[in-house]
């Protein structure tokens, strides 16, 4: 975070080479941009659209912000070759504790990279905006040390409920949104291999999430 004295805070996000900058006072966002420039090499891309895969859409006059990931779900929709698959209404199916154990056998090099890299995409997915599949993905997530082949199964279930809600956003509505508040719940010992309680929060701010955990 960097702050002037009179403008505000400036925020500045960055990732490896890909940087952003948010603030109150647009002067202030474009003289730190002529002063980093003055130091490094950088493009100057405008006024943001995307970042890191995440889509962000504006509309000043109704004080509303809309991000997604719709692109980068369906690179992944691609990628496992399940675009065309039939959408399912929930992340997980009725019954599928019944399979979310240890697996006793060994599975395959090529299992385990193809479980690890699915699990690893849907995991920056519900990283980034889709909180809706963060249980799903957090219990498969801890089979990816040996998957079986129905924690497989269910991570491609993952996939056709995302088939099916791939146009998910989250909507900021700042004209008319409430402030901060949050929710937090837990259950206690429902883990079938090691009876670990689960617990998750959820914070919103203008009606819609900014920060979640499961």
Same mark, same amino acid.
């Not at 089979?143 to 040996?146: E, H, I, P």
């Given at each position: 975070m960097h702050q002037r004295e009179g403008d505000g805070p400036l925020y500045v996000i960055l990732y490896i080479d890909d940087i952003t900058i948010l603030g109150a006072s647009l002067q202030a966002v474009k003289e730190l941009k002529v002063n980093l420039a003055k130091r490094y090499e950088i493009s100057d891309l405008g006024e943001i659209e995307s970042y890191l895969g995440i889509c962000i859409t504006r509309d000043r006059q109704s004080? *509303?912000?809309t991000i997604d990931q719709s692109g980068y779900v369906k690179d992944v929709l691609v990628c496992f070759g399940m675009a065309d698959a039939n959408p399912h209404n929930t992340p997980l199916p009725a019954g599928a504790d019944m399979h979310l154990v240890k697996y006793d056998l060994q599975a395959s090099v090529s299992d385990l990279k193809h479980y690890q890299s699915l699990i690893g995409s849907l995991l920056y997915v519900q990283i980034g905006t889709r909180l809706d599949i963060s249980f799903a993905v957090s219990c498969l997530a801890q089979?990816?040390?040996?998957p079986s082949p129905d924690h497989l199964h269910l991570a491609q279930y993952v996939l056709s409920y995302l088939v099916g809600t791939v146009d998910a956003c989250l909507c900021y509505d700042g004209a008319t949104g409430e402030g901060l508040y949050g929710y937090m719940d837990s259950s206690l010992a429902d883990q079938t291999d090691d009876? *670990?309680?689960t617990s998750g929060y959820v914070f919103l701010l203008v009606n819609s999430a900014i920060s979640w955990s499961l």
């Open positions: 004080k *509303h912000l089979y990816a040390a040996n009876r *670990h309680s």
